[in-house]
Structure formats: C-alpha cells, structure tokens
C-alpha cells in the first residue's frame, strides 16, 4: 500500500534514503562522498520535508506486516522547459526489496497522483551512471531527453527521463 508520509516516518525514509544511495551509488561514488550520508544525518532533512511539505513525500508499505520498504518524493516540475511536468524528485527502495516490484508500482501511483491533478508529462533526473535506476525507469517508458545538469551534492551528471 502507498500512503502519504507523516514526521512519524522521517527516520525509516532517512533510513531507506541512507541505505539505498549506498546501494546504488557504490560503484559510481566513492567512501569519502559517501560516508556523511548516514541515518542520523538525513532524519532531519526527511523531517523537515514532510513537516514543510517541500514534495509531496509517499511510502510503500507492506499491508500485512507494515514494514516501509520504499519512499518517494513528487511534485511539479521545476526546470524552466517543463513547467506543466510532474516530477518524481527521488525514489528508493530498501535494498532487501528490490526486484520485486515495488519500485514499478511507485513509478505507476507518482503517475496516476499526476494526472490526478492534471500533468500529462513526467520528469525523473538520474545519475548518468545509474544503471539500476535508468534500466528500471526504461522499463517503465521513461526516455532521456538529451537534457543534462550536474547533480551538485556528488559533482556527477544527471540525464533528465521523460515519458508523454
């Protein structure tokens, strides 16, 4: 089940933010980049986010069990070419849940929430690197445009995915 993220789970999505950058990003970051992003540093990040409502922040709960195993963040788009897009800003999924759908099902409920309010276009950013991330929004449609920035946090391009 997805359902809207509240401040009481600001630590589990700092947690799966933590653990699933490590994941995806080992082979493309180094230690030194990554060892500040730790559980303790991204809690009050994520509880600022929910509590300001800086996306519109969802998680992926089991319905049996209520473990939160993915988060996401969306909202309109904000590069200046794509004004009327919806953008999915981040997506991640506890490693120990990955391939198992659960990353396709948030893709398909951040597009549902879109046209929900009227966007026909939606826009991922992804390192370029990102072979996981770009093979599974691939596999959801997603095409890079041509557009490119540089992520600054990590210095490393990003490639901007479109799906009409």
Not at 59 to 68: A, L, Q, R, S
Not at 112 to 133: A, D, P, T
Request: charged content about 35%; some cysteine.
């Amino acid at each position: 089940m997805i359902r809207e993220a509240t401040v009481n789970d600001a630590s589990r999505t700092a947690e799966i933010d933590a653990i699933s950058s490590r994941y995806a990003y080992q082979n493309i970051l180094s230690e030194e980049s990554l060892k500040d992003l730790t559980v303790e540093s991204r809690v009050p990040v994520h509880t600022r986010w929910i509590s300001e409502k800086r996306f519109d922040m969802y998680v992926y709960e089991d319905p049996d069990t209520g473990v939160v195993k993915g988060m996401m963040g969306m909202g309109p788009c904000e590069d200046e070419d794509k004004k009327g897009a919806f953008e999915l800003h981040f997506i991640y999924v506890d490693p120990a849940y990955v391939r198992k759908g659960i990353g396709t099902e948030m893709i398909r409920f951040f597009e549902q929430k879109g046209r929900e309010i009227g966007f026909g276009e939606f826009v991922i950013w992804v390192l370029e690197e990102n072979e996981m991330g770009r093979n599974c929004y691939e596999k959801n449609h997603y095409r890079p445009d041509g557009k490119e920035k540089i992520f600054r946090r990590w210095n490393k391009r990003e490639i901007r995915y479109v799906k009409p």
